[in-house]
């Protein structure tokens, strides 16, 4: 019990790092102020009530293509037939965290699919990815490309926080990524060569997402920490 309350401290602690330091480069305009009572931007793609397919994936059951209906159009994400992300803790119940959570994990799936796939420009990669975090992931997916590498396997993904900032239209995501059940393999012939690591210790990813004019909350910076203590 003591355990996970000291876990709990330390992600609010880096939630709020995070959220401070995205203050500091992103302030408040004045056109922002007297629109306290409106609705913030966003929340209407959110899913109206849990669906069946949202209270699985609560419960880290998960199916390729089961992604919550909105009224935005979608690029779909292929992750083929061996690999799969399983996310815990999809809803929580705000409307607004739950649309910047869907989102995350477009990102976090942008990201497989490019390397999955050995391409840099699939429509997912700029759809839920932007600034930093764009250049970032292409020069991961460019870089593996290179080593003729490729994953299979399963992550998951737990400890999914979201603190939204005073704007409205960014905030910040926490998770915790446990790739233990993930090998390596050569893109071409698919012989694993790197055997999955079942001691591999979860790591963290503190992001920053922004609202965009379609409603889609991208990510737009991300920084990763290996062997997280926040992630045990």
């Known amino acids: 019990m003591s355990g996970g309350t000291s876990r709990n401290g330390r992600l609010r602690t880096v939630v709020a790092g995070v959220a401070g330091a995205a203050l500091l480069m992103t302030g408040c305009s004045s056109s922002d102020a007297g629109e306290e009572n409106d609705p913030i931007a966003g929340t209407e793609t959110a899913p109206a009530e849990p669906t069946e397919e949202a209270d699985d994936e609560a419960n880290g059951g998960d199916e390729a293509g089961s992604e919550p209906e909105d009224s935005i159009e979608r690029p779909e994400i292929d992750l ?13 119940g705000d409307p607004v965290k739950d649309a910047i959570l869907r989102d995350s994990r477009g990102f976090v799936d942008a990201v497989d699919e490019g390397i999955i796939h050995h391409e840099t420009d699939r429509p997912a990669v700029r759809f839920y990815i932007k600034g930093d975090a764009l250049d970032q992931t292409v020069q991961l997916i460019s870089t593996i490309i290179d080593r003729g590498n490729s994953s299979i396997g399963t992550t ?28 390596t393999i050569d893109f071409e012939t698919r012989e694993v060569t790197k055997q999955a690591d079942a001691d591999a210790k979860p790591a963290l990813y503190a992001s920053r997402v922004e609202l965009n004019e379609l409603g889609v909350w991208q990510t737009s910076e991300y920084s990763v920490t290996s062997e997280a203590p926040e992630c045990r």
């Open 156 to 183: 998951r993904y737990f400890n999914r926080e979201v603190t939204v900032f005073e704007d409205g239209s960014s905030a910040a995501v926490l998770f915790c990524r446990d790739f233990s059940g993930v090998a």
């Open 80 to 92: 083929g037939d061996d690999f799969e992300n399983v996310y815990e803790g999809e809803e929580t």
